[in-house]
């Protein structure tokens, strides 16, 4: 019995002889033309489904994220803590008692490892007395302690280069719109004369060498260095340039060198950082008045105080995107800041802003009364003495009201400093974090709130002075927004939740990072020890706080 199979018209009976030619290819035709068509419209089907797809994903990322912010109401997703102070403020003024007293707050001891012994100035020496006249520019970027790590860097890569560095230049941002120049902020001659023995820095080029460039720095040739370059990327694709050329310009500077380094450059970082960076005679004579002064207001409490970086600036609410108590006035105020800061990067077309999400994540800038909620909970007195580092805090005729109620001793470096004393650090938003920077230094707890390079660096600048630790409270963030969302809490409860923060926060900060190699999050910069143990041990002193700033406790 034959067998017929049908396609595309042609008959074809299996058990029959073969077709003539000519049938053949007519049918062979008839069926790449039908195969062509089927494949062309399963190519569009698929184009089409790919297309549906991706415009309902699109769609749906909206309400996807309010239906999970909306889900989370009872997590933290919804900014309520003035509504919760008001709530228990009578509870809070009537609480009276502490449970820590400034003058014994840090009760633990840091013990460093038997290591091996140093060998003080002879491996740590990278200066070579041949050096060829080779010049290394470098314009350090970013905030305050963004340029100090550039900084340090620079003077590492010089040594590893053999060059002469040019005293950095610090460069001009859009956000903090600080024009001040190295000297401003540090003090050169002690930059210089402190690192002489390893490299050699110079405030301007040879004349020579700026003839060649119609003594303009910005004709010379410009390396863009990937981040996180290993010394030996330098070696290889720095140095013959730098040898050809003898200057080179590396723009922008800022985390363009890996945080592991071999020992004898580590250590010139670690000096670098601890040693030779101080910072500027009108900035060092201003912040000893300002600890003299928080001194003689702290007598109570024995000479000690707190300090608090809060980050609730309005370029640092506007940047987290997160939504506070401010309506639809605080909006506004955002958007503009926003645009005005950073041009239309929040606008881009598939941009997702999820404030619930991120007040969740513990990703929104305190608040100050969720500061003060969060210290009289873990057991700091009314009467404690504190010092708030800060730029021009948002609203803060609004936002300050509540802490200065639960702590009326609070300063500011305004309310310490005369309105002569801060005129010429005006409109200099580094220079005036450098005056934050070394009143917080000599406190001794230091509170930290939303993160960043502030923090990053005087928490290990703190362990450096002060014999290998020093206490700092690090808020769990995520604990503290749900606890401030539920309008049901208990002063004793929330108490309660605080002390175990608290205790917390001192396990993770006695704690030595078991890292094997330098990390972004575990350097020298808030971690110096054991990576700049040799240094430390050679410049400890029993007067080792006071001799930084000549302040007397």
């Not at 490299?199 to 040739?221: A, G, H, R, T």
């Not at 513990?362 to 210290?375: A, D, F, S």
């Not at 808030?526 to 990576?531: A, I, K, V």
């Amino acid at each position: 019995m034959s067998s017929k199979s049908v396609n595309g018209g042609c008959t074809i009976n299996n058990t029959s002889p073969p077709t003539s030619p000519r049938n053949r290819q007519n049918c062979r035709r008839r069926l790449r033309r039908r195969g062509s068509f089927s494949m062309l419209h399963r190519r569009y089907f698929l184009l089409l489904v790919s297309v549906l797809y991706f415009t309902g994903l699109i769609s749906c990322v909206g309400p996807l994220f309010s239906l999970l912010q909306f889900s989370g109401l009872a997590n933290g997703a919804v900014y309520r803590s003035h509504e919760i102070f008001q709530k228990l403020w009578n509870d809070i003024e009537a609480d009276n008692s502490s449970s820590i007293e400034l003058s014994s707050v840090w009760i633990y001891k840091r013990k460093l490892k038997e290591q091996r012994p140093c060998s003080f100035g002879t491996t740590a020496s990278t200066k070579d007395s041949s050096r060829a006249n080779l010049y290394l520019i470098v314009d350090a970027n970013g905030g305050l302690n963004q340029q100090r790590s550039s900084i340090c860097n620079a003077v590492v890569i010089a040594a590893l280069l053999n060059a002469t560095l040019l005293i950095p230049r610090l460069e001009f941002h859009n956000v903090w719109r600080d024009s001040s120049e190295f000297g401003d902020i540090y003090d050169e001659d002690h930059f210089m004369s402190t690192l002489k023995d390893y490299v050699e820095v110079v405030k301007e080029l040879p004349s020579e060498v700026m003839e060649k460039y119609d003594s303009n720095i910005s004709n010379i040739q410009n390396l863009r260095v990937q981040a996180w370059a290993p010394p030996r990327y330098y070696l290889e694709e720095v140095y013959p340039v730098l040898f050809k050329q003898r200057v080179v310009r590396i723009s922008p500077f800022a985390n363009r060198l890996s945080m592991h380094l071999p020992s004898h450059l580590q250590f010139l970082r670690c000096f670098s950082n601890y040693e030779a960076l101080k910072f500027s005679p009108a900035i060092s004579e201003l912040a000893k008045k300002l600890v003299k002064r928080m001194i003689e207001r702290s007598s109570n409490a024995g000479g000690k105080y707190i300090s608090i970086h809060l980050r609730f600036e309005e370029d640092m609410v506007a940047f987290s995107c997160c939504i506070y108590d401010g309506g639809q006035v605080e909006k506004s105020e955002m958007d503009v800041v926003r645009e005005k800061g950073w041009g239309k990067k929040f606008k881009q077309k598939y941009r997702v802003i999820a404030p619930g999400l991120n007040r969740k994540n513990g990703k929104c800038p305190m608040t100050p009364v969720e500061v003060g909620m969060m210290l009289r909970g873990m057991g700091f007195a009314k009467d404690t003495p504190i010092y708030l580092a800060s730029g021009k805090i948002y609203q803060a005729d609004r936002y300050l009201e509540p802490l200065r109620k639960m702590f009326p001793l609070l300063q500011t470096k305004e309310t310490l400093a005369t309105k002569d004393e801060l005129a010429p650090f005006e409109g200099y938003s580094s220079r005036l974090a450098a005056v934050d920077y070394l009143v917080c230094l000599f406190s001794e707890v230091f509170v930290t709130t939303q993160g960043g390079n502030f923090p990053h660096f005087l928490i290990g600048h703190r362990r450096y002075l002060f014999n290998g630790h020093a206490k700092t409270i690090k808020p769990d963030k995520i604990k503290l927004v749900t606890l401030l969302q539920n309008t049901s809490t208990s002063w004793i409860d929330f108490k309660d939740q605080m002390g175990s923060m608290l205790a917390e926060s001192d396990r993770k900060g006695i704690m030595v990072p078991r890292v094997k190699k330098s990390t972004r999050k575990g350097s020298i910069y808030s971690n110096p020890l054991p990576e700049c143990r040799c240094l430390w041990e050679s410049k400890r002193t029993t007067n080792r706080s006071n001799s930084y700033l000549m302040v007397d406790h």
